[in-house]
């Protein structure tokens, strides 16, 4: 692990297996490409984090990218969060455009350039699966959060994000079933990382749920700036405050009216009052 500008640097266990078994092997050239791509991958994330003001604390390698731990009080936005994402891929198309042109230009290695440009085009395609923690997932996330409410979009990501890594790992043993007698360990192996990654996060969507609410104030001062009007909630004096909570957007401001069985609003209350509440245990 190494200590960058206060950022940390360090390889997945996974990965280091992956570098054990490329030097028994005698793939270490092709180790060393692998490494770049995906380092590059992951700088495309940093640079534009860094660019919107994002403190990160680390960079954790994976052979098919990396894990960028940030700390984000509020200030992203889904549309923030989608360039984020996109930055990394980005990147491998870069480097696929490059290869490309040093390869018409005969400046270099014709065989390295095709595993560069085949490297590249296999970390890029691979991390657009709609799969989280892939960037894939992320987008798809980012973009389901403008639509649907944000705790629905945390639950349902979570569970198709589950969904899909079972099919990485069924793939990948799918020539077992086919007479083959072999499986793709490299795919397995990443199957069963995604699988256990995403079960975690799983458990974890009323963790990051509630982090949603305590970061709502500064979104509150965002919203005021662009000028975005409120958007109502109806709810009736019965309902419980997690269900009305629950139907919070993440790019939206709300504003609560309730309302009695007769249809006559008896209360409007401010976002900020519910979370409050929320917050101070009343939860009614």
Request: with cysteine.
């Amino acid at each position: 692990m190494i200590s960058i500008r206060g950022i940390q640097f360090s390889l997945h266990p996974f990965f280091v297996i992956l570098m054990l078994f490329s030097v028994i092997t005698g793939h270490f050239l092709e180790l060393i490409v692998l490494f770049s791509i995906v380092f590059i991958h992951e700088l495309g994330h940093l640079t534009a984090a860094l660019l919107f003001g994002v403190r990160i604390r680390s960079v954790q390698m994976l052979p098919f990218g990396g894990v960028v731990e940030m700390e984000d009080h509020g200030q992203l936005t889904a549309w923030k969060d989608m360039i984020i994402a996109i930055a990394g891929p980005f990147q491998n198309v870069l480097m696929i455009l490059a290869a490309l042109l040093c390869r018409e230009l005969s400046t270099s290695d014709g065989a390295l350039m095709n595993y560069v440009i085949y490297g590249n085009a296999m970390i890029a395609l691979f991390n657009l699966l709609p799969v989280l923690p892939l960037d894939g997932g992320k987008i798809v996330q980012a973009a389901a959060s403008l639509f649907f409410p944000y705790h629905q979009t945390l639950l349902w990501s979570s569970r198709l994000s589950l969904a899909g890594s079972a099919g990485v790992v069924f793939f990948s043993i799918w020539p077992l079933f086919q007479g083959e007698g072999r499986i793709q360990l490299n795919l397995l192996l990443i199957g069963i990382f995604l699988l256990y990654s995403n079960w975690i996060d799983y458990r974890h969507v009323p963790y990051r749920f509630t982090r949603f609410l305590m970061t709502r104030e500064r979104r509150y001062e965002g919203l005021q700036r662009s000028g975005a009007f409120a958007q109502p909630i109806i709810a009736d004096p019965t309902k419980h405050l997690d269900s009305i909570l629950r139907l919070f957007k993440r790019e939206k401001y709300h504003v609560i009216y309730v309302m009695n069985k007769q249809g006559h609003v008896i209360a409007t209350l401010p976002e900020q009052r519910l979370i409050s509440a929320y917050f101070t245990g009343l939860r009614t």
